[in-house]
């Protein structure tokens, strides 16, 4: 196993724009800290203005003569980057874990899914088709062609450094498109590595263009106004992804928005209660409850709720928290001071609106940004937890009378993600499917992100969806032609 300062060593400090690592122009850098510990990582290029338009001039320059290479190219230079992906999984793995605090076997699982998006649009890439036929009036021939929407710029937040980057940047290659790719400035160094995988794999310069930076929001602005970007990729908060649709409205830039999320967790009486406390310690706990995908609200049957708060308490209580590195443990630090400020704020507001605390509660003393696996019950309505997003270890239990009642709490949030729900009964089931208002559901499982489905949600959770056969059609446009009839 290589060594931290080895990995760190490997991993580029500088900016990936038209192919070549380039210093930043602004004299600023960014310092990447382990929230484990505190401590500087690694030191790395903080993009100025005038960096992010070099990086759009690389796209727009590579654009033309991506989008008339071969998809079977395209297609195996993913693959390519699959495989290599393969034979430095470790390498990602540490180097997640290190720069966000997962631990390292759920930075395992986030390489092998991130890496998925590598092969499956590899294989989409070759299937991008279209339509030719004869007009209904037969007087022409309708020619429908899907192509490259263009200079695209991806923008991805700091909870999974691997994969989100890698579900935007794999559709985008696919469909042909080139891209500039801006991580979160927490998260920075899965990016760099990955670029320079990408690199690597034979992706030709100007392709994929990397920027860090702090001043976010005054570097991307001129990005996204200008006239040459035709897209805009955005993962991330719900408040931002509104201000960021805003800035493309004035483009008419095509968007596709993964936001914020409020799941509901339902529990009913006739479910599998070992299928729901497992269900429920994956759908909270996985990511240290910081995925847009986590469970928020645990609504659960009220002749059940006492068992399912034991149950699981008794499950959360076991669980090790520490730096992910470390052997055996379950949950990692939060990724700064302010989620363990926001986590307290929540449980506190919750406390004094009459919940109880059946273990954890609270932040963890010394270095380090931990908060305690928490389990909160009889958690009332109008608590700030039940309608803000936790991102956190924290699960917060209230009760519901009938299936109704279950419906009615459930959809009461404005976010339309994902949703849960554990029960035996089949038609029961099928009825939720119907009438819970998100974009995907997991019904008696507590994860189900796969790089083959449609991921995304409905109402403030976002727009477009990103894997599946859907994910490639985010990066292609429909064009329409009609020809004379030729035997007229
Ligand atoms: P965030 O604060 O909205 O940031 C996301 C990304 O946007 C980061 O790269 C951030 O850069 C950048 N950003 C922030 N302000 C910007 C601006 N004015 N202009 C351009 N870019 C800007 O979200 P986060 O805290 O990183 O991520 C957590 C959120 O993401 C949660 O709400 C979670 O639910 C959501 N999420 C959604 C999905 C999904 O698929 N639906 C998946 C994962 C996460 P800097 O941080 O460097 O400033």
Not at 115 to 138: M, T
Not at 330 to 340: F, R, S
Request: with cysteine; proline share 5%; aromatic share 6%.
């Amino acid at each position: 196993m290589i060594t931290e300062a080895d990995l760190l060593a490997k991993v580029p400090d500088r900016l990936f724009i038209g192919g070549a690592w380039v210093a930043s122009t602004s004299g600023r850098s960014i310092d990447v800290r382990d929230p484990a510990t505190g401590r500087v990582l690694k030191r790395i290029a903080d993009a100025s203005v005038a960096d992010g338009a070099a990086a759009l001039d690389a796209a727009v320059a590579a654009q033309d003569d991506w989008a008339t290479t071969p998809a079977r190219v395209r297609g195996e230079i993913l693959r390519k980057a699959f495989d290599l992906l393969q034979e430095r999984k470790e390498e990602f793995a540490l180097l997640m874990t290190i720069e966000m605090g997962k631990p390292l076997a759920e930075s395992a699982g986030e390489v092998a899914y991130g890496g998925e998006f590598l092969r499956w649009f590899g294989e989409e890439a070759v299937r991008i088709s279209g339509h030719y036929g004869s007009n209904p009036e037969g007087t022409g021939t309708m020619i429908v062609t899907q192509r490259p929407v263009g200079p695209s710029f991806l923008i991805t937040p700091w909870n999974f450094p691997l994969a989100m980057a890698t579900r935007k940047i794999a559709p985008a290659i696919a469909a042909g498109c080139t891209s500039v790719v801006k991580p979160a400035a927490l998260t920075p160094l899965t990016t760099l590595y990955f670029a320079k995988l990408l690199d690597d794999a034979g992706l030709p310069a100007g392709v994929v263009n990397v920027i860090t930076t702090s001043a976010t929001s005054e570097v991307s602005s001129p990005i996204i106004a200008d006239p040459r970007l035709r897209k805009l990729s955005f993962t991330g908060s719900t408040p931002v992804g509104v201000s960021l649709l805003k800035q493309a409205a004035d483009g008419v830039l095509r968007t596709s928005m993964e936001l914020g999320g409020n799941a509901p967790f339902v529990v009913f009486e006739d479910a599998d209660l070992d299928q729901a406390v497992a269900g429920a310690l994956l759908a909270k706990f996985r990511n240290m409850g910081e995925a847009c995908t986590a469970a928020n609200r645990f609504i659960v049957q009220e002749s059940i709720a006492a068992e399912f708060a034991d149950r699981v308490t008794a499950a959360v209580s076991a669980l090790v928290v520490g730096r992910g590195t470390e052997d055996g443990v379950n949950i990692g630090p939060l990724i700064d001071q302010k989620a363990v400020a926001k986590a307290t704020a929540l449980v506190d507001d919750a406390v004094a609106r009459g919940a109880t605390v059946l273990t954890g509660g609270s932040a963890v003393d010394g270095d380090g940004t931990f908060y305690q696996p928490t389990v909160l019950t009889g958690v009332a309505r109008g608590s700030d937890i039940l309608r803000e997003e936790i991102f956190g270890p924290v699960l917060a239990i209230s009760t519901f009378t009938d299936e109704d009642d279950a419906v009615a709490q459930a959809n009461d949030t404005q976010y339309g993600l994902v949703s849960y729900v554990f029960t035996r009964d089949l038609a029961r089931g099928q009825r939720m499917i119907e009438k819970l208002q998100t974009g995907m559901m997991g019904l008696n499982v507590g994860v189900l992100s796969n790089a083959a489905a449609p991921f995304g949600g409905i109402k403030q959770s976002g727009l477009g969806r990103e894997g599946g056969s859907s994910g490639i059609h985010e990066y292609l446009e429909t064009k329409y032609t009609l020809t004379a009839n030729p035997f007229a």
